[in-house]
């Protein structure tokens, strides 16, 4: 551990984690993130995350409250005020973040149980609609999310922020459709997408056995493929006047009602 302090905002340092923070290209090409609050770098920390450096603003935060998240290896460094409200996204954080390796989130990595729900969200693009649904899959605590021809970094700070660390206690797979359709087959895992075409209410179908539902983007829904490889359409019955609805929420409903016929075990 070693403690050094950096007070001016224009520290070249301190500029590398703003393009850290802002392009997804500086977290590709240096495999490295930033987590800001105290809550998060806990959820990092326990989902195996390696944590690199810790910046603390100490008129915030005192480093007994930090301990738990150093090792010999976490580099250490006091910011001042300046520097903190430069790198902060929220207004209201407990004066920390830290800078973190980021993980493979390959599709061999994944420990699946004897029977279980995955759910599998194609293209989404709004890291809102992604933290949602990561906040909705740790809710369920489902065994897997997997993020079919990703569009949106998953350590866009804005995803981390919107999943409230969830992106850290949910095991999550990128893949293409084909290698996350093969995956599924692969596993006897019965494949559900929810879609307009060929399809049947949600409820209807028993989900007691190993289970994927598919969510799509609202705009376009999910691909040809998904469609073919279907073990079943699934529909969400709606009585309004349009015929679709946040992707997150489609998810939870049907996240839900297979943790329903699971006696919500």
Same mark, same amino acid.
């Given at each position: 551990?070693?403690?050094?302090?950096?007070?001016?905002?224009?520290?070249?340092?301190?500029?590398?984690?703003?393009?850290?923070?802002?392009?997804?290209?500086?977290?590709?090409?240096?495999?490295?993130?930033?987590?800001?609050?105290?809550?998060?770098?806990?959820?990092?920390?326990?989902?195996?995350?390696?944590?690199?450096?810790?910046?603390?603003?100490?008129?915030?935060?005192?480093?007994?409250?930090?301990?738990?998240?150093?090792?010999?290896?976490?580099?250490? $460094?006091? !910011?001042?005020?300046?520097?903190? #409200?430069?790198?902060?996204?929220?207004? /209201?954080?407990?004066?920390?973040? *830290?800078? +973190?390796?980021?993980?493979?989130?390959?599709?061999?990595?994944?420990?699946?149980?004897?029977?279980?729900?995955?759910?599998?969200?194609?293209?989404?693009?709004?890291?809102?609609?992604?933290?949602?649904?990561?906040?909705?899959?740790?809710?369920?605590?489902?065994?897997?999310?997997?993020?079919?021809?990703?569009?949106?970094?998953?350590?866009?700070?804005?995803?981390?922020?919107?999943?409230?660390?969830?992106?850290?206690?949910?095991?999550?797979?990128?893949?293409?459709?084909?290698?996350?359709?093969?995956?599924?087959?692969?596993?006897? $895992?019965? !494949?559900?997408?929810?879609?307009? #075409?060929?399809?049947?209410?949600?409820? /209807?179908?028993?989900?007691?056995? *190993?289970? +994927?539902?598919?969510?799509?983007?609202?705009?376009?829904?999910?691909?040809?493929?998904?469609?073919?490889?279907?073990?079943?359409?699934?529909?969400?019955?709606?009585?309004?006047?349009?015929?679709?609805?946040?992707?997150?929420?489609?998810?939870?409903?049907?996240?839900?009602?297979?943790?329903?016929?699971?006696?919500?075990?």
């Amino acid at each position: 551990m070693i403690t050094k302090k950096i007070e001016s905002p224009q520290n070249s340092f301190i500029k590398s984690i703003v393009q850290l923070q802002e392009k997804s290209k500086n977290r590709r090409q240096s495999g490295t993130f930033l987590i800001e609050g105290l809550r998060e770098i806990e959820l990092a920390t326990k989902g195996n995350y390696q944590i690199n450096t810790i910046l603390y603003q100490a008129d915030i935060i005192s480093l007994d409250q930090l301990k738990p998240y150093l090792n010999q290896s976490t580099e250490l $460094i006091e !910011i001042s005020k300046e520097v903190y #409200q430069k790198l902060a996204y929220r207004d /209201t954080t407990e004066g920390v973040l *830290a800078i +973190a390796r980021t993980k493979e989130l390959s599709l061999s990595d994944l420990k699946l149980s004897d029977n279980p729900v995955i759910l599998v969200a194609e293209a989404t693009e709004k890291p809102g609609n992604i933290g949602a649904i990561l906040r909705t899959a740790d809710a369920a605590n489902i065994d897997a999310v997997i993020i079919a021809n990703p569009r949106t970094d998953l350590y866009n700070p804005n995803v981390i922020r919107s999943s409230v660390g969830c992106v850290f206690t949910n095991q999550i797979a990128m893949a293409s459709t084909e290698e996350a359709i093969a995956f599924l087959k692969q596993k006897n $895992i019965a !494949i559900y997408c929810a879609t307009l #075409q060929d399809s049947t209410s949600y409820h /209807t179908r028993d989900y007691t056995s *190993a289970t +994927a539902f598919v969510v799509g983007t609202e705009a376009t829904g999910l691909t040809q493929p998904w469609r073919e490889a279907s073990t079943k359409n699934i529909i969400i019955p709606m009585s309004g006047e349009i015929d679709s609805m946040n992707v997150s929420v489609a998810a939870a409903i049907l996240l839900f009602e297979a943790k329903r016929q699971r006696d919500f075990k």
